[in-house]
Every structure is written in C-alpha cells, then in structure tokens.
C-alpha cells in the first residue's frame, strides 16, 4: 500500500490528507497528523473521499473521454483528444478572429489549483487578451476581497486558525461554522472554556446553538447591526482613541454616520433587544482579544463589501486587531478561492494582487509573461459575464471546473445564455453535472487524488495537492488541457514565435506564478515545492531569506495602505436589494448543508451522505407552516420574479416568521416542473437574484422575495 500527502478538495479550511493507495486505485483517506489546518482530524465529507473515487462512481459519474456535441440536444459522441485540442483552439481562434478576443469568455472554479488558475489566467489575457476571465469565487468571496482591500489596504486576511485557541471573544457572522467549516469548529470547542461567543445570523443553526448571545437579526441589516455596536461603543467610552488615532483615518466622518443608529433604532430595524445589542457590544470591545469569523452571509449580499467593511470597522475602533487572538477573519467557501485571487484569475484582479486597470501592473506582468501588453478593456465578472453571453456579445465560454447550470444566480438567464453561446467548452471531472448537456466540447479533467499542484486555504496557507494515482480515462490535468489549446491557438495568434506555455510540469507554472508575488504583499519568493516538503504548508508572506511564513499581519499596527493607516468605511445602511411584498412575503436564504458540497457532483455519489439531509426541502417557521394551512412533507410551490419551483416544506424553528430556507445543493434532477420560461427546474437558483454589491459584484444569494402556496396537483 502506498501513502501519499495531498489535501481535501471541499472548503476552504484546507485538511490535510494521507491517501492511501494500491495498484492504481484508492483505498482509504486518514487526516494528515502533521497538517497545521486539521492535526488528523477529518469532517464526513473529508473522511469519506475515498469512497467518491471507487471504481464503480469513476464508472458511472466521471467524465472520461474528450466528448464532441455535433448540433445542441444530441448526445454528445467520444473524440480523441489532439482532435479535441484542435477543435477548441479553431473555434476560439475563428471566433477571435471574426468578433475580437472579447468575445471569449472563460469561467473558472475556487477548486482548481494555484497551478491551473495560472496557465487560464496567461493564455485569457496573455494570448487571446481578454479580460472576460472570472471564476465561481465571485458568488463565494469578493465581497471580502473588496471589504480588506477598502479597510486595511491589502486583500490579506491578517488572522490564522491558531487564534482559535487564543481568543477570549469570538463573534461569528453570517457564518454557520459548525456545518460549513466544521473542523474549524472542532478547533473552537476545544478552545471553548472562558471564551465568549455571539453569532449573528437570521437563522438559529446548529453553530448559534453553542452561542453565549445568539443576534438573530432580520437578513441584510449586518451594516445596520454594526453601526449600532459601534454607537453603544462611543457612548460607553468602549472606543481604543489612542488606536484609532495613530493607526487609522476617516473616523470622524464614520462617527457622525453612526451618532443616528441609536440601540433603539437599531434594535426596530434589526430585530433584537437593545440589551443584547449592549451585551455584544461591551464583549466584542472590552474582550482582551476578539476574533470575528465571516463567511456568505456577509459575502453573498447585494452590500457586501460594505458589510465587510463594517465589521472591520469595528475592529478598527476597539484595536482587536494585529495581536494575537484578535482581527477579522473572512472564510473561504472552496478550496483555493484564495490561490485564484493570489493568481488573479478574475475579471478585477491581475497576479500578484494586482489591479487590471492600472496601467503599471499590467505592463509589469506583460513583462514577466514576455507578452507586448495585457488587454486595457474591463473584463465582465460572473453574472456580467452570462448576461454578455445571452446578449450575443461573448459567443464562446470555456467553463472549468464548475456547474454554473446549477450554481449561479438566476438560472433562466443563465440556461439561456449557454443555449446562445456559438461554442462552449465545458472541461470538467464529472459528467454528471448539468452544465455538461450544453457543451459543444466537453474535456476529461482529472479529480482528486490525480493530480499535482498547490492550494491556499483561509489563513493564507499553500499546502501541496498530490497525485496518488493516474487520472481516470483518458482525464488530464486542468493545467495540461489549458496549456494544450494554448499551444495550439498560439500557431494562429503568434505565428513563428516561441511558446510562451513552455510549462512540463505544474511546477514550472508555479514558478511563474510565484515570481509575480515579488515584492508585494504575498511575497512568496523564498517558498519553493522543495521547502513545502520538507517543512510542511506555509502562510504568505514567505520572501526571499525568509525560511517561514508568517503567522499574522500588522501586528506592528503599520498596514497596507500609503500612509501605513488602516481607513474607516463609512457606508450607509442599505436594505436587501428585493425587500418582501405583498406578492412575495417571504425572504429566501439558500446556504449549505453538513454532508453536501455545492452541486453534488462528488458528494451525491454516496449514499451515507444523505443520511443527514435525505432530499430538498423548504424550511418555514411552524406558525408560517400553520398559516398557510401547511402540512409538514406536502409539496408547495416557491416563486420568485424569476422561475418557481416545487418541493415539499418542512417545519424549521430555527428560522424567523417569514423566512424560508432551501439548501443550495440540489438541482433539476430532484425537483420536477418547469420555470417562467419554460425551462426545467434548475434547483433553488431558479429563484434566486442576481443582484449584486456594486463595488464586489458578488450576487445576492442568501436573500430574495418569494411567495410560497400549496403546489396544485395535477
Ligand atoms: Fe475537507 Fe473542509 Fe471537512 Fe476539512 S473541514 S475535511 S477541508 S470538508
């Protein structure tokens, strides 16, 4: 038997693994003893992985031979895969040629490598110069990206999960921990004793359950929520003046925003006392060190970036930040949604934390790639990017790595864009996944267990992905198939010259990508794969001379800035972007369940996994349930502006008076009818809006209207 050390490929947490293996196949996973992210430990989904990879799953899911779609509607037929190279790099080329590089888009997934999101992100911008490149990280993450980069200065969460232990105050937001990132959790019951904790979340789940303050608060009014803090803060002297004035600006003007949100007017809009406003108040300042963990609920918001911004804030006034036990600590939902913004493979990022519309980074990245110019032209994030596909104007899509059929906002429009789309590609590990029945190519993408590379969890920590059997079929690692057609479509784009994907080995890739982090804030120049092995995962920033990463940032108070001072956001409260009507009384959240991750694709393969959660459902508070003259199992119909769907409701006390809750797993195959549009059912993102924060562009999943009624039987 052979033992190989890699990494779960679910959250953002990061766990180490130890595959074990024999004769090519997978026999067992165990947590990795000696990874700083999980010590052994593993969650059901990480202790049960090798089980997704028997023979039999490989069999009936996997996607394993390049597939050619000859006409929309039939069945897709087997290709060899030069043929395969050949057809993506011609249609790319041809469209290129006709409609400009604009008119290709590519759409990517926190769950590539480090590696892979490299090789995408040169031959997008470096050989077909687009910036239509953007990843499923935008519906997960860049709210936080926007909420840092405003505040502190740097998108760097300056925390580390050992700080877990060191807390004394822990506020969780729009996060339920305990299911989403459990083995984090796990960490924070073992640090458990003397440390407070409040949760602030509409829902009671199963992490506000362990809560010493559970803030159940009406959904979107977070802003709202801590501008009160702040105020009850400034009222009680709770305020660090000696912090704010050496280490921050824009206090002043946040101040007299903040002097109308009274813990009255607060407690009315919010939706809880003004006693437990106080109560977290005096915690979150006067704690020796408060931490605070946020995940979708902030995130996943039409004000996102503000409501990152406004609980940082807070950190700000009250100096619980840059010690040990304090700060903001934003999780990532997948597994390297940190190494794609590292890579800056998103329409608003360029390698090495850089910013596409600065003429300077660009040229400086042209330089290291050896290309004249990286494109100037604005590049259309997630749902900019389906919308420019169903309007005609980008007429290919290269989807990697991610199920948009069933993951993103607003699926009509969605389904309706990939059935307009001139080409799509679709490179993916599992066929089972609903993007697959719109791709005119589909390419084998090698899974877990297959294949080589690195990822960055939520504390800023690269650890080493490895291969511990061949990949499946003829199934090829991401970064391979990208380079392929970049080799290919370059004979057309640059005739005679040398190839700028020289790339053997994803090393190779690594180390370009590396050299882009010189100098800036994820300096990773003194970290090599060499070093990864021999002394385990890292955090960035890891330098040249360094001979470890670093654990925390700004501990010397001295931030990111111009002038080293963290800034004050001042943003006015602003409501969910599709309040509840008489139409639609009832506000939607969708978010995860303990056992399952995203569309199923992996974890709907095992049946143990549903022990837990066994089908869809719509979570309504009892007294809704009995309003609505509602039996707990009976199917209703849910509607929004956008498509309806139908599946039966079940009574869930952890919610609010009309507040519904779907999981965001499912998809068309568990839920019968058809949308406004006509269209199968696409899951619970047939409801959901794609309204999005302006400055983040990250879409507002966790809330929209709906109306909810018994489903008329046929
Ligand atoms: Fe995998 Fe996350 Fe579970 Fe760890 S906590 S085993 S990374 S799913």
């Known amino acids: ?30 947590g990795d003893p000696e990874h700083p992210a999980n010590f052994g430990r593993l969650c059901t989904k990480g202790s049960t992985l090798h089980l997704t990879a028997t023979e039999a799953v490989t069999r009936q899911a996997r996607l394993l031979q390049p597939m050619q779609r000859l006409q929309r509607g039939a069945p897709a037929q087997p290709v060899g895969w030069d043929d395969a190279i050949g057809l993506a790099a011609d249609r790319l080329g041809d469209i290129i040629e006709q409609h400009g590089p604009d008119a290709v888009g590519f759409y990517l997934s926190g769950q590539l490598l480090t590696e892979d999101y490299h090789v995408f992100n040169k031959l997008a911008r470096g050989l077909v110069g687009t910036n239509q490149i953007d990843s499923n990280s935008r519906l997960c993450m860049s709210s936080a990206v926007v909420g840092y980069k405003r505040t502190l200065g740097s998108d760097a969460p300056p925390t580390c999960y050992d700080d877990l232990a060191q807390t004394d105050c822990l506020f969780i937001s729009g996060s339920n921990t305990a299911w989403a990132h459990p083995i984090l959790f796990r960490r924070i019951e073992d640090a458990r004793a003397g440390m407070k904790i409040i949760v602030v979340d509409p829902r009671r789940t199963e992490t506000a359950e362990q809560a010493d303050l559970h803030l159940q608060i009406q959904p979107g009014t977070d802003v709202l929520l801590c501008h009160g803090l702040l105020h009850i803060m400034l009222w009680e002297g709770w305020t660090r003046p000696d912090y704010i004035a050496r280490h921050t600006s824009g206090f002043e003007t946040l101040k007299d925003l903040v002097r109308q949100a009274t813990p009255e007017r607060v407690a009315r809009g919010c939706g809880v006392s003004v006693e437990d406003l106080h109560t977290a108040a005096r915690w979150f300042a006067q704690s020796n060190a408060t931490l605070s963990l946020y995940c979708m609920g902030l995130n996943q918001s039409s004000s996102g970036s503000d409501k990152n911004a406004a609980l940082i804030n807070l950190h700000l006034a009250t100096g619980q930040i840059g010690k040990p036990g304090a700060g903001p600590f934003s999780l990532t939902g997948q597994p390297n949604a940190m190494g794609g913004r590292e890579v800056g493979a998103m329409a608003t990022l360029l390698p090495g934390h850089r910013d596409p519309a600065d003429a300077a980074h660009r040229a400086e990245i042209a330089r290291l790639w050896g290309v004249d110019q990286l494109p100037a032209q604005a590049g259309k994030t997630a749902t900019e990017l389906f919308q ?12 990697a790595c991610t199920n948009p059929a069933q993951s993103m906002p607003d699926q009509a429009l969605v389904r309706r864009a990939l059935e307009r789309a001139e080409f799509v590609i679709v490179q993916e590990a599992f066929a089972t996944a609903a993007t697959c029945d719109y791709a005119d190519l589909l390419l084998p993408a090698a899974s877990w267990g297959e294949k080589e590379g690195t990822v960055t969890n939520s504390e800023r920590r690269i650890t080493r992905v490895r291969a511990a059997i061949a990949p499946a079929g003829q199934a090829r690692p991401d970064w391979a198939i990208a380079r392929d057609v970049a080799r290919r479509l370059e004979a057309r784009l640059r005739p005679g010259q040398p190839t700028l994907f020289g790339f053997e080995t994803p090393e190779q890739a690594w180390l370009e990508h590396r050299e882009s982090t010189r ?46 001072k963290a800034r004050f956001a001042a943003d006015a409260w602003r409501p969910v972007a599709e309040p509840r009507s008489p139409r639609y009384p009832f506000s939607l959240s969708t978010g995860r369940l ?33 309003a609505l003259g509602l039996q707990a199992g009976e199917l209703v119909r849910v509607s929004s502006a956008r498509g309806a769907i139908v599946l039966p409701v079940q009574p869930a006390a952890e919610l609010g008076q009309q507040q519904a809750f779907i999981p965001m797993h499912w998809g068309s195959e568990a839920l019968s009818g058809r949308d406004a549009a006509g269209q199968p059912l696409a899951g619970v993102n047939a409801l959901t809006t794609p309204a999005s924060c302006p400055l983040s562009k990250q879409p507002e999943l966790k809330h929209c209207a709906v109306r909810i009624e018994k489903a008329a039987l046929p």
């Not at 038997?1 to 024999?22: D, F, H, K, L």
């Open 594 to 626: 303990r056992d399952q991750w995203h569309g199923m694709t992996r974890t709907g393969t095992l049946g143990r996994l549903f022990g837990h959660v066994p089908e869809p459902a719509v979570g309504l508070h009892p007294d809704d349930l009995l």
């Open 1 to 30: 038997m052979a033992e190989t050390r890699s990494t779960c490929p679910y959250c953002g947490v990061g766990c180490g693994v130890i595959i074990e293996s024999q004769h090519d196949r997978i026999t067992g996973v165990r």
């Open 519 to 564: 100098g800036r804030d994820l300096d990773i120049t003194g970290l090599s794969y060499d070093l990864l092995d021999q002394i385990g995962p890292q955090q960035w920033p890891l330098p040249q001379g360094a001979t470890q990463g670093q654990a925390r940032l700004y501990s010397y108070g001295m931030f990111a800035t111009p002038d080293g």
């Open 388 to 399: 420019a596909v169903a309007d005609g104007q980008i007429k290919a899509l290269w989807i």
